[in-house]
């Protein structure tokens, strides 16, 4: 089945820097790749998503990158604010349907410092 | 457009007792989930359902988890007896034919 990867588990940046978060699939037949952010006390909340017929996605200050090649995609957050502060989880599965469920990775804990 | 809504919050029970927690996806949404999710780790799936089906229940461990969709909205999820090891966030999603999921905040189960 499908395992994800994700790194860092933390991250500290300072305000208005920019954030990385990466993660890896094992599975070549997973076609989609969601990314939720995660406030305390909250549900996750669908930030962007990406299939695999697309390389880059971009909405205003958030970005992710997908390499299919190396099994890799990329989140990447711009210009951060402190309320960006919060827990992102990345995730992938075969898209529509009953072909597959999410699978998340573990988390990163992003802080950004004002 | 409302979200998904789940009840209760919270819950703290002792162990051996029953608990049951209740969701209401988005309008429309024929898809359901329910998820557990443990203290820093991401979410995993415990049942999903199309309609009133369960089609993967493969991870419901169904000794003690039940889960019924009677008309193919709204969902319960009970645990019968609860053990420690149950505490957790309990995560209701839907979606519309199985795309883009979207998560209620959840009820966080505290088993004594």
């Known amino acids: 089945g499908e395992n994800v990867e994700q790194h860092p588990s933390t991250l500290s940046v300072q305000e208005g820097d920019s954030a990385v978060i990466k993660c890896t699939y094992s599975?070549?037949?997973?076609?989609?790749f969601p990314w939720y952010k995660q406030e305390l006390g909250k549900g996750p909340q669908l930030i962007i998503d990406?299939?695999?017929?697309?390389g880059e996605k971009k909405d205003q200050r958030i970005a992710v990158t997908l390499n299919k090649t190396a099994k890799h995609f990329s989140l990447h957050i711009t210009e951060t604010q402190p309320e960006d502060s919060a827990v992102y989880f990345c995730?992938?599965?075969?898209?529509?349907?009953?072909?597959?469920?999410?699978?998340f990775g573990k988390g990163t804990k992003l802080s950004v410092k004002p | 457009e409302a979200g998904v809504v789940q009840s209760p919050r919270y819950k703290i029970i002792e162990k051996k007792q029953p608990v049951a927690f209740w969701c209401n996806p988005i309008?429309?949404?024929?898809?359901l989930y329910w998820y557990r999710q443990n203290l820093g780790q991401g979410p995993e799936l415990l049942i999903r359902?199309?309609?009133?089906?369960?089609?993967?229940d493969s991870q419901l461990p169904k000794d003690r988890f039940s889960a019924e969709r009677l008309k193919g909205v709204d969902s319960t999820l009970k645990i019968q007896p609860a053990e420690l090891g149950d505490s957790a966030v309990y995560l209701c999603?839907?979606?519309?034919?199985?795309?883009?999921?979207?998560f209620g905040p959840g009820t966080r189960l505290t088993v004594t």
């Open positions: 999603a839907s979606s519309l034919h199985g795309n883009e999921q979207y």
């Open positions: 599975d070549s037949a997973s076609n989609y």
């Open positions: 990406i299939r695999s017929n697309v």
């Open positions: 995730a992938a599965t075969s898209y529509g349907g009953s072909q597959g469920n999410l699978i």
């Open positions: 309008s429309g949404h024929n898809t």
């Open positions: 359902y199309e309609n009133e089906e369960a089609v993967d």
